[in-house]
């Protein structure tokens, strides 16, 4: 199985003519049901090499990679961080999920609270959602924009156009800064999303997962498909890509997800720093204390 024809087929780096209709949520790129074995052995195989990746950026200690999750509820976010940096130093990646905002947080611009998560050189860090919920739950409840107390004259017919190309700036801002942004929209089906949540209300120790509010947000699936549309079309770019990645099957999800962090991380052209002739040289002496004791 060819790694980068698989990636190609989810990433969107131009988003001009982006369609979600496009996309299969269902979608295995030929892998079915029977050769689950081969995709395990693809992701442990990935999740190996993402440690190791993730060792030589820790210390090269110049560079940083940003991943965002954005799906539909049951798409499965939680479960695909959980296996796909399993394998990884838990001291070097940082996970935040975003949830309503505070009143702290409403009280600042709707990236605040995000800037303050964002990762250190040499780390990873990972937006359980993120900013991008300002141009999804808050586009399709636009009655949230009159808690964010922006200035009237500010909420005009452009403000989502206006977000868009926010975002589009501080993602070029992060990369111009040595962090790499690459974003996830896992793509759950509606028919899926149903068999998921009536999973969660058959099983009791899955109860506690479910939401009424999630029933709520279900009637609006129509509307938030559009906004992902929408959204992906318009921030897809070459240095902060999306992958539209099938999500009816989580085993695919996680593969799919993991062999593009490896790939995000190996354009980075990562390297152990090199030791001057000083260290050597201090290094030498260390080697001939220590032998000598």
């Not at 990636?7 to 979608?27: E, I």
């Not at 442990?44 to 990746?53: C, P, T």
């Not at 990679?65 to 954005?70: A, G, S």
Request: charged share 30%; aromatic share 8%; glycine share 4%.
């Amino acid at each position: 199985m060819k790694i980068e024809k698989m990636l190609k087929r989810y990433r969107v780096d131009h988003g001009r003519h982006f369609r979600l209709k496009d996309h299969d949520p269902a979608d295995t790129h030929g892998l079915q049901s029977e050769l689950k074995p081969q995709a395990k052995e693809l992701l442990a195989s990935g999740v190996q090499e993402l440690s190791r990746l993730q060792d030589v950026l820790a210390a090269q200690d110049r560079r940083g990679l940003l991943l965002i999750f954005q799906a539909m509820d049951t798409a499965g976010k939680d479960g695909t961080i959980k296996h796909v940096m399993s394998g990884v130093n838990p001291q070097g990646v940082q996970v935040s999920s975003f949830k309503a905002p505070s009143a702290e947080e409403l009280d600042h611009d709707y990236l605040w609270r995000t800037m303050k998560c964002l990762p250190e050189r040499g780390h990873i860090g990972i937006f359980n959602r993120s900013y991008y919920e300002e141009v999804l739950v808050v586009r399709v409840h636009p009655q949230l924009l009159e808690s964010q107390k922006l200035p009237k004259p500010l909420v005009t017919k452009h403000v989502w156009q206006e977000r868009f190309e926010d975002i589009n700036n501080f993602e070029r801002y992060l990369t111009r800064n040595g962090i790499a942004v690459v974003k996830f929209f896992l793509h759950v089906s509606k028919k899926e999303q149903k068999r998921r949540f009536m999973e969660r209300l058959d099983t009791p120790d899955k109860n506690w997962k479910f939401s009424s509010s999630d029933v709520k947000e279900r009637q609006c699936w129509d509307e938030y498909q559009e906004a992902y549309e929408d959204m992906i079309g318009h921030t897809a770019k070459e240095h902060a890509p999306w992958y539209v990645v099938p999500a009816d099957n989580k085993w695919f999800t996680r593969l799919v997800v993991s062999q593009a962090v490896v790939d995000a991380l190996k354009g980075m052209n990562l390297k152990y720093p090199k030791v001057s002739g000083a260290e050597r040289t201090a290094l030498a002496e260390a080697r001939r204390q220590l032998e000598n004791e």
